[in-house]
């Protein structure tokens, strides 16, 4: 992306019919560390995450916000709007059980996201939200997974990943895209995690202190399981599985290996 | 010459009056709460009848509304200001669970209740509440209410059309020694759970015989440390 005459602010046109600002706000999106969101056909949305740590002082940076017992999200780009967005999203749920006693429908919440970001990519006194958001959960439409971006746009997906290196995920998703639909939780989360993998800088591993695994379904409100409590979910996965493909042996080492 | 500057009295000038109201926005919906904390429980009781003026609306109404894991509420009055007032403190709680990732204590929802009674202070929800649970330690907690908010935490309280039957017989059982006495007692009754839910079946049945307003049924809670319990108990229906 190169700077040109039409790009700063959010409320020029450029010739080609593009407006820059957001694209670039997009690109924020890129920046954060990945997020991997999935679902079968009837019971459970899950999301997943790689958590980055600034230092090795300070705590990994959290990823997953529940907003409601029935829905959470998953961020990737600026946490500061994520939040603002979050305690948006977590009052139109409470309100909803106020006001009409049931959980928000999925697609409403989106919706409503949806026109509120808008409303930044049309003001010349505002910014559009720097973060996209992968949405998960459960409602009496069944189990949902939706992106948003930080152009407004949202989008229904059978499985998505956003962030840095989240390519890799999204090809090992459309690879395996037709076995979700009959997934067990377990196969779900191990898909995820084999999914989330791909997107592992060099020298990595998934470990318990930088997964984040997030489960919501049917009978099971939305929840969120870090550090000891994903422990159970990694067991799903081999030792060797848990490497990234950049940093783990090539294709023939693996299959020279042999597993007990 | 001093009368032409004293101000006249006149209709105009003096205070509206105004007309006997042909509207409230209030009515009594009758009824009687009680709630007793223990050393390690809280039982929290409310009659099942709902009633306006000398006709029975219901037999079997709750009274009774679980907050949070720990604080159950009951409350008399109006029940449409007490369904408002329980929605409110539900929203409440939904935020505080969002902010610190962790249910209130019941001391923690007295004073939401109390201030939320007060934020009404000039249109007040018609509502005597009162709220029993666990504390932080797990010890029994009662706090009793006005309309407005005042409350106090204490061992035992009634409110309702049966408070008056009831309290005196609460304070005949369990009322501690003199606040002068030291060394100062406990706030919770040294009474056995079985022991605290037969005094308030009593008690409600007492109060029953002579209150028109608390009759059908007793609805009982009790919350200790392995949860909530229910029980339910017929009372006279006349």
């Known amino acids: ?260 | 010459m001093s009368m032409m500057f004293a101000p006249r009295l006149t209709e105009a000038a003096a205070p509206t009056t105004h007309a006997a109201p042909t509207w409230s926005p209030y009515d009594n919906n009758g009824g009687t709460c009680v709630a007793i904390a223990g050393e390690d429980y809280c039982v929290i009781a409310a009659d099942t009848r709902m009633s306006t003026g000398f006709s029975i609306l219901t037999r079997n109404y709750s009274k009774i509304h679980q907050i949070t894991d720990k604080s159950v509420l009951a409350s008399s009055g109006f029940q449409a200001d007490i369904r408002a007032l329980q929605k409110n403190l539900d929203a409440r709680h939904q935020i505080y669970q969002h902010q610190h990732s962790k249910q209130m204590s019941c001391p923690a929802m007295a004073q939401l209740l109390s201030n939320t009674l007060y934020y009404k202070r000039f249109f007040p929800y018609y509502a005597f509440n009162v709220l029993g649970g666990l504390d932080s330690e797990g010890k029994g907690c009662v706090y009793t209410y006005d309309a407005v908010g005042s409350y106090e935490r204490s061992g035992y309280s009634s409110q309702g059309t049966g408070m008056q039957l009831i309290m005196p017989v609460l304070d005949n059982q369990l009322k501690s020694a003199s606040p002068l006495v030291l060394p100062l007692r406990q706030s919770t009754t040294p009474l056995s759970e079985v022991e605290a839910v037969d005094l308030v079946k009593d008690t409600f049945a007492s109060a029953a015989e002579r209150d028109i307003y608390t009759g059908d049924g007793v609805e009982i809670v009790i919350v200790n440390r392995d949860g909530i319990r229910h029980e339910l108990m017929d009372l006279k229906r006349d």
Request: aromatic content about 6%; proline content about 4%.
């Open chain 1, 1 to 260: 992306m190169f700077r040109n005459q039409y790009d700063n602010d959010v409320t020029t046109w450029s010739p080609q019919g593009r407006l820059h600002q957001v694209e670039y706000a997009m690109e924020a999106v890129k920046q954060g560390s990945a997020t991997v969101g999935l679902k079968n056909s009837d019971t459970y949305a899950i999301l997943l995450a790689l958590k980055r740590s600034t230092s090795e002082l300070s705590a990994h940076q959290k990823k997953i916000i529940p907003l409601d017992s029935h829905v959470g999200m998953s961020i990737a780009g600026l946490t500061a709007d994520a939040r603002i967005l979050s305690r948006y999203m977590r009052n139109e749920c409470t309100n909803e059980h106020y006001a009409h006693d049931q959980p928000l429908p999925i697609n409403r919440l989106v919706t409503r996201m949806g026109l509120k970001m808008q409303t930044s990519t049309q003001r010349y006194d505002r910014r559009p939200y720097g973060v996209g958001l992968l949405i998960a959960g459960f409602d009496s439409k069944g189990p949902h997974v939706y992106q948003t971006c930080p152009s407004a746009n949202y989008f229904d997906c059978k499985a998505m990943s956003i962030g840095a290196r989240s390519q890799s995920a999204r090809t090992y998703l459309e690879k395996n895209l037709d076995k979700f639909a009959n997934c067990t939780l377990n196969e779900l989360v191990r898909h995820g995690l084999l999914a989330l993998r791909e997107c592992l800088p060099n020298d990595m591993e998934l470990n318990s202190k930088n997964v984040s695994l997030a489960i919501v379904g049917k009978d099971h409100p939305f929840t969120v399981y870090d550090d000891q409590k994903v422990e159970q979910f990694l067991a799903l996965i081999t030792e060797a599985e848990r490497k990234g493909k950049s940093s783990g042996p090539s294709e023939q080492d693996r299959v020279m290996e042999t597993e007990p």
